[in-house]
């Protein structure tokens, strides 16, 4: 279990301040988890949400120039709330500006009440999988375009013309990362763009088979097995007692049981190693340790220390 890999994911729009988010990645990148996500999310799904939203690539321009070695990104931007090639720029933008850190999660959208929030289109189901398909098209599309051509791109939502497809991002390729538990256009958009697949939140069961789905639509597209990374994330609640888990619970509002019951990173540092050795056996390469408490960053450091030192 030596090979699995760590990152830290935040929901900043449940109440976050950019300073808060920059604490979580500073002691991420301190304490040597690989990676620092966040939502790509506009209004908070419980609470207040104070401060207020903050937005996704905008934070992570300026969490690139206070860090060093830790990658960063989305899990997952919103197909619905850019146009592909400004959402092109600024990730690339951002790219260069961490050294070529960034790494794109990207999915249709779903949160119908932020859109009306902040006047955001949305439109149904399936022209919001049709609109992210042009756009993984257009994105990877404009970044692999060779320096001194143009770009042209003719779908049903998206048109590009002769475009300079600058600027470009400092990596050769930004991985893509696609996720969710859409039975058949989720696996196949992952087989065609993505160099990571993600599930979040799922039950053993229900992994393994989404898993299974992706693995034959990557091998229907002709690519090798292992060129994709498999991952999962889990709510995080890890404590030495009874009485730490029970306190870590309570700050995020939920009951230590049921969090016990649906996520293998709920319990004590015994436990959670046990209940992650069935999730990599069923393919887990990478586990996001979601982190809805951002002013506890003792979770992150007993969590490394405990767990992660025992699976090294």
């Known amino acids: 279990m030596s090979s699995i890999d760590f990152r830290v994911f935040v929901e900043p729009q449940q109440g976050a301040s950019y300073a808060d988010q920059l604490a979580v990645a500073r002691a991420a990148e301190q304490l040597g988890y690989s990676a620092f996500f966040r939502s790509d ?23 690139a120039r206070e860090t060093t070695t830790i990658r ?24 260069e500006m961490s050294g ?34 042009e756009q993984l ?5 404009l970044w692999g375009t060779p320096v001194g051509e143009t770009y042209d791109f003719d779908g049903t939502h998206y048109t590009v013309k002769d475009s300079p497809a600058l600027p470009k991002p400092a ?7 696609i996720g969710g538990a859409g039975p058949k256009r989720t ?9 990571e697949f993600n599930i979040p939140f799922a039950s053993l069961e229900d992994l393994t088979a989404q898993y299974d789905r992706v693995a034959a639509a990557v091998a229907d597209a002709g690519r090798a097995p292992d060129s994709l990374v498999y991952s999962a994330a889990f709510v995080l609640c890890a404590g030495a007692d009874e009485a730490e888990l029970t306190r870590r619970a309570g700050a995020i509002g939920r009951e230590l049981d049921e969090m016990r019951g649906n996520s293998p990173l709920a319990g004590t540092p015994g436990e959670i190693v046990d209940k992650l050795g069935a999730f990599t056996r069923a393919g887990v390469q990478r586990v996001y340790l979601q982190v809805l408490d951002m002013s506890d960053l003792d979770h992150l450091a007993f969590f490394a220390s405990e767990v992660i030192r025992q699976l090294d």
């Open 100 to 133: 070529g850190r960034v790494e794109l999660g990207i999915g249709a959208g779903w949160f119908e009440a932020e859109h009306q929030a902040y006047a955001i289109p949305f439109p149904p189901l399936g022209e919001r999988f049709d609109r992210l398909t």
């Open 171 to 177: 990596q050769d390729r930004v991985p893509i990362i």
């Open 72 to 95: 960063l990104g989305t899990m997952v931007t919103s197909a619905t709330f850019r146009h592909p090639g400004p959402l092109a720029i600024a990730v690339a933008q951002v790219d």
């Open 187 to 195: 696996p196949a958009l992952t087989a065609r763009f993505a160099g």
């Open 41 to 63: 999310h506009y209004l908070a799904m419980a609470g207040d949400g104070l401060p207020g939203p903050t937005d996704s690539w905008v934070t992570l321009a300026g969490i």
């Open 137 to 141: 098209q257009i994105l990877t599309g």
